[in-house]
């Protein structure tokens, strides 16, 4: 039977006759297969193939590793019961997976988990509460846009199967991070809100028509029995919206009122609820009133469609991190003690084992270099293109790539404790970290929603027990449809998304609107080198000829035949600008760190850096002009040098200026890099930056800017590279090119796909106008609302004037945040210069308007 692991070897036509889940044999012509780890896998009948796709479904699928025999030898239970399969995930083998040391003696444990049933931020506040308050986890902390958590505890106090069951105890769902798992989570979650969104879409289509009808008619004695048909009718296409599409909003609501608390989908159930019973009522009693199930209807869609996109924003974030898992290959060469090559699972690598890596290949695991010399892409952890030359007792990374020679690379770190999955949890870590004014609104959340609810009890009890009795429901619906935030809500969305069309002209893509609430108020820019402040790719500056070429022959195309057989970005500098030719090296071989030797039209050819030189220590002649950093590369034939050639990474057009503009402004500029630091203060020099630090790791980046939030800047931080993921999650405002790695982009705030720099000063002045819409637009709401609540609960307004205002409202808000709208110029009246919509150029500081 095919249980858990390939390295059992081919199935047997015996074991391919056995269910997967049970063991029992497959009777002839059953057909129930399930997908388990990539595999297809028989079971004998519909109830072991819907048992086994629930346990792989729930991220569950250890139990099939870890059980000793199927359910048929053993006489086990066909269904492990949830207390079992959550002690699962304390086995070791387990969370080897997924589980790191954590704390200063490495005697606490680290994970990330994905909870399943967060639907706003009380979810969040409500379990960060309830498992902190655990003895034993030290800390627990969600990001309510991955829907990700990252959980330290101490296992000698608490298990970790204690802590997911405790989440369980509370309505919610946690299991270890799996991307496979949580993207069939994603699109179940998806499919449903769909469905949700289009009851309520076609509903409030048709309610809405007949609303006007009844608003036009509403004094029309001779037609009552037309209205009240239409009255019913409304009622009929309200109903599935109410008993369908809202049934989030219930469950959310219901489960804090279960745990005493007050979250934002309590007012909101109540509204919808209150709204609908209330309208059902007076058309129950056919008393003529003005129904509101127009109100219910655009309540539940407008909800219903913001929850979706927070979904969909959720789900490219969480693509974002998958994709680290996916830099590891599924399968790994493993060397057996007489030097056979075995393909296993990299989850069954333990240290000490060896495995063998072709060129071309992904690194699986960290690593020594025990056989072999080649260079290897380390990419993933500097930014930088050049790959780095390995031998015997270096040290490698799994998910860099193995580039020339192949290579046995002894293990030395699995699973969770790689160094790619430290810089996992440098992400989770600084994606989880919640700003200040986060942490108060969530705190005052409970609050908020008691004083909402708190007043509309007292007034309707005030107008039954002392005023009117028949009309405290209708003053209580009116100050619920009121108080609806509604403006408040579409103050910052609509502004934001009005600016964001105004900067996608210029290429600059906004993926997080916070980050426009934000950009007006950094006064410190990082950023990193390549890819951000050059182009990203090396390419050929000059060329000197130092013996003449033979007769019609180019020396750049001797130079090309030999790099044409390596993959290292200075040699694509050297073949992209060759020009087609019957050059061909032969006999080419790679000299890792060093070059290439090969042979042309019977010559013995090399190329390189100075060590190809017959004579090493040769010194380099001055660089162009403007490139002090170039590379020099050397072409030697029959060991003598006859060309140079000088290849660099160019600064992009217009950086120099952007850096001085940015300067003018005030704000403080920083370079960081993992190149040397000597190169680095090199190349801040030429580009005009006073500060510059190298040789900083993932983790020495994230620390700087840390360091300097501290210190109370506001730090925007611009990369590109995978290295650059962590610190642009844990700036307040981050920025990626659009050549970048699409990692780095969906970790970003911004994405320049122009790649052009100088948008950037203009990016600042766009969000400084965008922040004044908003306050303009949030004073309104607030306004609003403190006029409306008052006058609703003296009963001078009625249901439908206060849905009316409200829509007024909100339609005010939208227009003035349309005042941000692409196609125009940006102005402000006095004291802002305008931000061109146009391929404008960067002003001159000196002519920039004071900061607001």
Known sequence: MALASDSQGPATPEAEA?????GLEVPAGACYPVTFEGRVEPTCCPGCQAVASAIIERGLGAYYHHRDAPPAETGSPLIPDELRELELFDHPGVQQQFVAAAGAEGDRREAALMLEGITCAACVWLNERHVQALPGVESFRVNYSTHRAQVVWDPARIALSDILKAIRDIGYHAHPYDPGTREQAIARERGLALRRIAVAALGMMQVMMLAVALWLGAEDTEHEDLLQFMRWVAAALTTPVVLYSAIPFYQSAWRDLRHRQLGMDVPVSLAIIVTYLASLYAVILGTGEHVYFESVVMFVFFLLTSRYLELIARQHASHAIDRLDRLVPAIANRLDAAGRVEAIPVGELVPGDRVRVRPGETIPTDGVVCEGESTVNRALLTGEPEPHAVRVGDPVTGGTVNVDGPLAIEVQRVGAETTLAAIQRLLDRAQTEKPRMARIAEAGTGWFVGAVLI??????????????????????????????????????????????????????????????????????????KTGTLTVGMPRLLAQSELQPAPEGADWLDWAAALEAHSEHPLARALVAPAKASSVVASEVRNLPGRGLVGHIEGHRVAIGGASMLPQPGTPNPEPPLGYPLATPVWLVVDDQPVALFWLADTPRPGARNVIADLQGRGLRVVLLTGDRPQAAQAFAAEMGIAEAEGGLTPEGKLAYVHARQAEGRVVLMAGEGINDAPVLAGADVSLAMGGGTQLAQNQADLVLLSDRLEHLPQALDQARHT???????????????????????????TPWLAALGMSLSSLLVVGNALRLRPGRDVMDTGDEASVHSGEGSVRDPASRPPPV
Do not use: K
């Not at 809500?489 to 009005?498: I, M, Q």
């Not at 997080?512 to 950009?519: C, H, N």
């Open 18 to 22: 056995r269910c997967f889940h049970c």
């Open 455 to 528: 007043l509309t009890a007292l007034a309707g009890l005030v107008w039954y027990a002392w005023i009117d009795p028949t009309r405290a429901l209708w003053v209580m619906v009116a100050m619920l449809v009121a108080t609806c935030p509604c403006a408040l809500a579409l103050a910052t969305p609509v502004a934001l998304t009005a600016t964001t069309g105004a900067l996608s002209r210029l290429g600059l893509l906004v993926t997080r609107g916070s980050a426009l609430e934000t950009l007006p108020r950094v006064d410190m820019v990082c950023l990193d």
């Open 771 to 797: 922040r004044r819409v908003i306050r303009q637009n949030i004073a309104w709401a607030i306004g609003y609302n403190l006029v409306a609540l008052p006058v609703a609960a003296a009963g001078l307004l």
